[in-house]
C-alpha cells in the first residue's frame, strides 16, 4: 500500500519528467529474461516492477522510490536495469544516507540518488555510473513495461 508521500513524490516525478520533454512511467512490469537464439529472448522467473521508468532519446533511468530508511532496508525487489539507475527519496534522507555511508551505498555502487525537497524540486545528491549500452533484452522489456503501464494509465482516463 502507497503512503500519501508515495503518491505525492510520484505526481512531482512524473510532472518534473513531463516539463522536462521526457517520457515517465509508474509501476513498470519487467521482466527478467535469457536468450533462446535468434535474437530471441524469453520471460523467466517472477514479473517485478519498476517504480518509475523514464525514457529520454532511447536512454531509461528506473527510480525506485522510497520515503523512509525501514522502506530502503526492507526486503522488497530493488531493480536497477537502466542505462541510469536513481534511488528517489526525500532530501533530508537522501542527505542522510550519504552522511551516514549507509550499507545500501555498498550494495548499489552504481546507483545514483536523487531528493525531493517534498514540494516541486529534485538534487541530485549522487551521480549514477551510466550503462551506455543496456543488454538488448534489457532495453526490450524495459519499453515493453513503459507501454503497458503508459496504456494501463490510458485505460483509467478513458473510463
Not at 16 to 27: F, V
Not at 35 to 44: K, M
Not at 53 to 77: I, T
Not at 97 to 108: N, P, Q, T, Y
Request: proline letters at 3%.
Amino acid at each position: 500500500m502507497k503512503t500519501q508521500l508515495t503518491k505525492k513524490m510520484e505526481h512531482a516525478l512524473v510532472a518534473d519528467a513531463l516539463k522536462k520533454g521526457k517520457h515517465p512511467a509508474l509501476e513498470v512490469q519487467y521482466w527478467h529474461s535469457e536468450s533462446i537464439g535468434a535474437s530471441t529472448y524469453r520471460p523467466i522467473g517472477q514479473v517485478e516492477y519498476i517504480d518509475a521508468v523514464v525514457e529520454e532519446d532511447g536512454m531509461f533511468s528506473c527510480m525506485e522510490l522510497k520515503v523512509s530508511m525501514k522502506d530502503l532496508h526492507s526486503k522488497a525487489a530493488q531493480s536497477f536495469v537502466g542505462n541510469k539507475n536513481y534511488l528517489v527519496c526525500p532530501l533530508e534522507m537522501a542527505k542522510e544516507i550519504k552522511a551516514r555511508k549507509d550499507s545500501w551505498l555498498e550494495d548499489h555502487p552504481t546507483v545514483g540518488i536523487i531528493g525531493w525537497d517534498e514540494k516541486k524540486t529534485f538534487k541530485v545528491v549522487k551521480r549514477c555510473k551510466v550503462k551506455y549500452l543496456l543488454p538488448e533484452n534489457d532495453w526490450m522489456y524495459l519499453a515493453k513495461g513503459m507501454i503497458l503501464s503508459l496504456s494501463k494509465e490510458m485505460k483509467g482516463t478513458w473510463k
